[in-house]
């Protein structure tokens, strides 16, 4: 437990004592963020234009070097450490063709998919051939797990990985608001897997990302300083995708991860209705603009979907706990 504090508190600290520098750098190079065209957005969001952006590579600077000070660097860890460094490198290339080009529209959806199916790959022979990661499906809200093939489990696990990623991404859309879900999901991956044999490094780790999260909290507050960019939100997605494997929660994590599945099903939705019917479910999508449209502050907004997270993450601890002591 002590090296778990140690790990959230030092990734928090370094995280603190950079953020500062980094965002200077950022501001002074022009590493701003591109709005998307209006309409596509609330109004009220254009006066974040130039914000400085990538702000996740102080998240996985913060949370990389106390876990490998940390931890015993065991596979099962490293792998999702991989998963979670390779995501944000497709997200790195999505942000800087974005302010290269200066637009808001990075790599193609295509060219996402194929690099997320990559590393799908990569995790699913790693973790079944060396981690020994059983090839099933373990629902946890009933006592039953069902035995899907290797094949078969890779399609499950990039389905987990694209979901989460592209989730997550689109949860951050709001001060604080990607970071702060993220923060409180991890807490909930740090006491699973703490109490789980052989997890002890992979436990280090989310502590390290949880902390690195709550550091940049600091920053990307309402209003923020600095915003994660694509470069942070698939990294994060990427490490939820990569826990969830590890820990055999690939079900449970539509509820730990809640508020990041509302917020990607709120966009399903509004598409395909529209599409068939030509009329909007929201106001806009995802979720947390139609209430942005609806009258809310941004902050009332961000707070309330904290709670909400919290619910979830809550009821996907209890659901992990109930099976592991049956």
């Known amino acids: 437990m002590p090296r778990l504090l140690i790990a959230a508190i030092g990734a928090a600290m370094l995280l603190l004592v950079l953020g500062p520098r980094v965002i200077r750098w950022l501001r002074d190079h022009e590493v701003g963020q591109f709005i998307r ?35 015993t660097r065991g596979t099962a860890a490293m792998l999702v450490l991989f998963a979670t460094l390779a995501c944000g490198a497709v997200g790195f290339a999505d942000d800087w063709i974005k302010i290269v080009k200066k637009r808001s529209l990075g790599l193609s959806g295509r060219g996402k998919m194929l690099a997320l199916l990559v590393i799908a790959v990569a995790l699913t022979v790693v973790a079944v051939e060396v981690v020994g990661v059983p090839t099933t499906i373990d629902f946890h809200v009933v006592d039953y797990s069902l035995e899907i093939g290797p094949i078969a489990f890779g399609i499950v696990v990039f389905l987990v990985l694209a979901g989460a990623t592209n989730a997550v991404n689109l949860t951050d859309g709001l001060d604080g608001l990607a970071a702060g879900t993220m923060a409180i999901a991890l807490l909930a ?32 507050s309402y209003p923020a300083s600095v915003f994660m960019g694509d470069t942070g939100s698939f990294a994060l997605g990427g490490a939820l995708a990569a826990l969830a494997v590890m820990t055999k929660t690939e079900v449970l994590l539509l509820f730990i991860g809640g508020v990041f599945v509302i917020e990607a099903l709120s966009v399903i939705i509004q598409v395909l209705v529209f599409k068939r019917t030509r009329r909007r479910v929201f106001l806009m999508a995802p979720v947390h603009h139609h209430f942005e449209m609806a009258g809310w502050s941004e902050t009332k907004i961000i707070v309330r979907f904290w709670l909400i997270a919290l619910v979830f993450a809550g009821i996907g601890f209890t659901l992990f706990f109930r099976t592991l002591a049956a």
């Open 37 to 71: 065209p209006r309409g596509e957005i609330p109004d009220a969001h254009a006066e974040k234009q130039g914000t400085p952006t990538m702000g996740g590579l102080l998240i996985l600077f913060a949370m990389t070097v106390p876990f490998l000070i940390l931890s």
């Open 189 to 220: 991956y740090v006491g699973m897997t703490f109490v789980v044999p052989g997890q002890r490094d992979t436990a280090i780790l989310a502590a390290c990302l949880m902390g690195a999260c709550v550091g940049f909290l600091w920053f990307n």
